[in-house]
């Protein structure tokens, strides 16, 4: 074999790298096959790997449309034996091979005097095999032919894989372009620097950049025009995959944005880019700020005629002309203070959560011992315990608990909250609640355990949400506006601490607050 019997081989090994268009490709590839071996024509099947036989994908000439409604078994003929066995094949006088079938020449009234027909492997797999039909030489294919061939479809084996890929990915990003157009949410694509490569619709209308083809926008820089929270130096030095942010805008229209940072990459784990995803929350901003005045409002307007009905009915019972009245009197006075004493709590409770929601709060951190807050917030609920058959415990870990730099009354008021919820969302007679510590690492717990019903799997993302309760149905009815778990997570976080909950139906909750260890 010379120079000049390799150079079709390599002409069609350069328009093979060169193509990655399936259809086109599949065209070239038969054109290749049959100049690289000199043959009249050739065909390429491939395999069907959900029925594991052989297609006519294309073959040359007006034959081609008629082959392409065969299909060969394993086995079956030339192309199925080479298929079965994974070796080439050359047959110059099919019509004397039992290996041969006639259906083809049958169905396109082509003769068939000689075949050279080889596998496509790739990475060990087979996906077809490439035919060269009738060797213009009257001699037939030689084994320099098959070598030839064998060159020839390997190198199309790797180039359809390649074709495959690419289509594949092209029809992964129109996709993916086209969700990223229709999103509601703003999304934007950057480099490592923050410059764009990509932005949709909704990103550039909030960000107010036209797409017209000028220099790339920065995200950082538009950002910049924000005041954002954490600030964008922050952001940006932030090593966590995922951070979240928001963002106002700083002069003119409000405009407040709720995002995600995501960091994009390599596989060495170095920075490639950014994918930064927000949305306008703007309306819901105003909302909330509207629903916590008004609850702060008609807090303070309760508070004051409150405190004159609290503050008088203890007054009036205890006066002699009412003490003489009729039972009925004194029932009606007596439940008159009882109910102010609940709703008292109740406004009190709202006003607390309308600061937290807020962040008027101010907190004077000081390194607190565990056990001394613990003992202290369940000595203050001595009455409402008895009320409740509620008997706390405090577990002997917490002697060795380290300290936690906290607001000392506004933390016992979160530990408060989980004692109270323990006791009354339980259905029991007598109710047993522990209060125990944990450490790991630099962090400090508190653990609130109780022996009630439990909580649903399906509730324990919601518990924390302002206003809400478990069904009644399920918990029984408990008085109660819904806000004590919320105070309690906003307390908590306010202190730089996490709150979780852990439950299992019919065996109790363990809610567990988490926070940095003092020194």
Request: a negative charge.
């Amino acid at each position: 074999m010379n120079l000049k019997d390799i150079e079709p081989l390599l002409n069609a090994n350069r328009i093979l790298a060169s193509t990655l268009d399936i259809d086109r490709l599949l065209k070239v590839v038969l054109e290749l096959a049959a100049q690289v071996v000199g043959a009249e024509t050739g065909s390429l099947l491939l395999l069907d790997q959900k029925t594991n036989e052989l297609v006519f994908d294309i073959a040359l000439g007006e034959a081609g449309r008629e082959l392409k409604t065969i299909r060969l078994k394993m086995g079956e003929g030339i192309a199925g034996w080479v298929a079965q066995e994974g070796r080439p094949l050359i047959v110059n006088d099919p019509k004397t091979d039992p290996r041969w079938t006639r259906r083809g020449d049958e169905k396109t009234k082509f003769v068939t005097r000689s075949i050279l027909c080889v596998p496509m492997v790739y990475q060990g797999n087979l996906m077809g095999v490439v035919q060269a039909i009738n060797r213009k030489d009257p001699n037939g294919f030689s084994e320099e032919d098959r070598m030839l061939l064998e060159a020839f479809a390997a190198q199309t084996a790797v180039a359809i894989q390649n074709a495959r890929l690419f289509s594949s990915l092209r029809q992964e990003k129109e996709k993916v372009e086209t969700i990223f157009a229709q999103m509601a949410e703003g999304a934007v694509l950057s480099d490592e620097e923050g410059r764009f490569l990509a932005a949709n619709p909704a990103a550039r209308a909030l960000l107010g950049v036209q797409e017209d083809g000028q220099s790339p926008e920065n995200i950082w820089e538009l950002l910049s025009h924000f005041q954002t929270v954490p600030a964008i130096p922050s952001l940006r030095s932030e090593k966590a995959s995922e951070s979240a942010f928001e963002a106002s805008r700083a002069e003119g229209k409000t405009l407040i944005l709720s995002g995600l940072v995501k960091l994009i990459q390599s596989d060495k784990g170095e920075l490639i880019g950014h994918l930064t995803v927000f949305r306008d929350v703007t309306a819901e901003k105003k909302e909330e700020r509207l629903k916590r005045d008004f609850l702060s409002l008609m807090s303070h307007k309760l508070k004051t005629p409150l405190v004159a009905i609290t503050g008088y009915t203890p007054m009036i019972l205890e006066d002699e002309a009412i003490m003489g009245a009729s039972p009925f009197t004194k029932k009606g006075l007596q439940a008159i203070h009882t109910q102010g004493l609940h709703l008292k709590g109740l406004v009190e409770k709202l006003i607390s959560f309308s600061m937290v929601e807020a962040e008027q709060m101010t907190l004077d951190l000081k390194p607190c011992s565990l056990k001394a807050l613990a003992e202290e917030s369940v000595a203050a609920m001595e009455t409402f315990l008895a009320e409740k058959k509620a008997r706390v415990a405090l577990d002997s870990s917490l002697d060795s608990a380290r300290p936690v730099n906290v607001d000392a009354e506004k933390f016992k008021e979160a530990i408060k909250g989980l004692v109270e919820n323990a006791a009354k969302f339980n259905s029991k007679e007598e109710k047993m609640i522990t209060l125990s510590s944990a450490e790991r690492g630099n962090e400090t717990s508190l653990i609130v355990e109780d022996d009630g019903v439990g909580i649903p799997s399906e509730e324990l993302d919601k518990i924390f949400q302002k206003f809400y309760q478990v069904e009644e149905s399920f918990t029984g009815q408990v008085e109660g506006a819904g806000l004590g778990l919320a105070l309690v997570k906003r307390l908590v976080e306010s202190h730089g601490g996490k709150v979780r909950v852990e439950s299992k139906i019919g065996a109790g909750s363990q809610f567990t607050i988490t926070l940095p260890a003092s020194g």
